[in-house]
């Protein structure tokens, strides 16, 4: 069973930047699809962004040139780096592991950004 923590989340100003970290346990994390995913009040969750095996990565549109995924399959890790953050970006963040036979999520972390 494949464990996901997340971590970094809080309050910042518009404008301001924060790193999202999402620790993983098991041993598929290096072949798995590793995803960021978003869920406002009142919204449904969304994909922010994600990461392939190989690193290749896809963005939603809101967060294209703003938002920067990555991961270090040696430590287990998956990072979003998020810079000029908006109020809009306001939500639980969630982290998500995806392989051809298990799927994961992790507890979600709180990113508030005030105007």
């Known amino acids: 069973q494949v464990q996901l923590v997340e971590s970094g989340g809080g309050l910042v100003q518009a404008g301001g930047s924060l790193r999202l970290s999402c620790a993983a346990s098991g041993g598929i994390f290096s072949i798995a699809v590793m995803s960021w995913y978003r869920q406002a009040p009142g919204k449904q969750r969304e994909l922010v962004a994600s990461i392939t095996s190989i690193a290749i990565t896809n963005y939603a549109d809101s967060v294209k040139g703003r938002f920067t995924i990555s991961r270090d399959n040696a430590k287990k890790m998956v990072y979003l780096q998020m810079n000029s953050l908006k109020p809009e970006d306001t939500a639980v963040y969630y982290c998500?592991?995806?392989?051809?036979?298990?799927?994961?999520w992790g507890q979600g972390t709180q990113v508030t950004v005030s105007s």
């Open positions: 998500n592991l995806k392989s051809s036979w298990v799927e994961s």
